[in-house]
C-alpha cells in the first residue's frame, strides 16, 4: 500500500545540476531511513545516498561532495540535489525506505519505479 514516486529527473549537460524528489504516500517519519539507490546500463544497482529518521546522512564515495539529500516532514518528502554532473552519473535513479532498518546494503521495503537522469558530455 505504500507508494513512493520519484521526479526531477531528465537530460543535462556536464557540470550541471538536477534536484530529484521522492514523495511518500504515507509519513516520512514512519520510516526508519529513505534513501537512493542508481542503476547504470549494464551495471548493478548501487547505493547512492541515504538519511535516517534522526537526520543522520551517507553518501557513496562516488557522489560525495556533489551530492547532498535533505527531507520534508511535511511535505512527506526526500530530495536529492545533484551538483557537478558527470557523464558516469547517468543512470536510473530509485527512492527506497525501509520500516525499521537501514537501506544501505540492499535498499529498503519499498521502492519507487525511478527515474532516468542523463548526462551528456
Known amino acids: 500500500q505504500v507508494q513512493l514516486v520519484e521526479s526531477g529527473g531528465g537530460l543535462v549537460q556536464a557540470g550541471g545540476s538536477l534536484r530529484l524528489s521522492c514523495a511518500a504516500s504515507i509519513s516520512i517519519f514512519d520510516f526508519n531511513a529513505m534513501g537512493w539507490f542508481r542503476q547504470a546500463p549494464g551495471k548493478q544497482r548501487e547505493f547512492i545516498a541515504g538519511?535516517?529518521?534522526?537526520?543522520?546522512?551517507n553518501y557513496a564515495d562516488s557522489v560525495k561532495d556533489r551530492f547532498k539529500i535533505s527531507r520534508d516532514n511535511a511535505k512527506n518528502s526526500v530530495y536529492l540535489q545533484m551538483n557537478s554532473l558527470k557523464p558516469e552519473d547517468t543512470a536510473v535513479y530509485f527512492c527506497t525506505a525501509d520500516i525499521y532498518g537501514g537501506i544501505r546494503v540492499s535498499g529498503g521495503d519499498y521502492w519507487g519505479r525511478g527515474t532516468q537522469v542523463t548526462v551528456s558530455p
Open positions: 538519511i535516517m529518521r534522526g537526520g543522520d546522512t
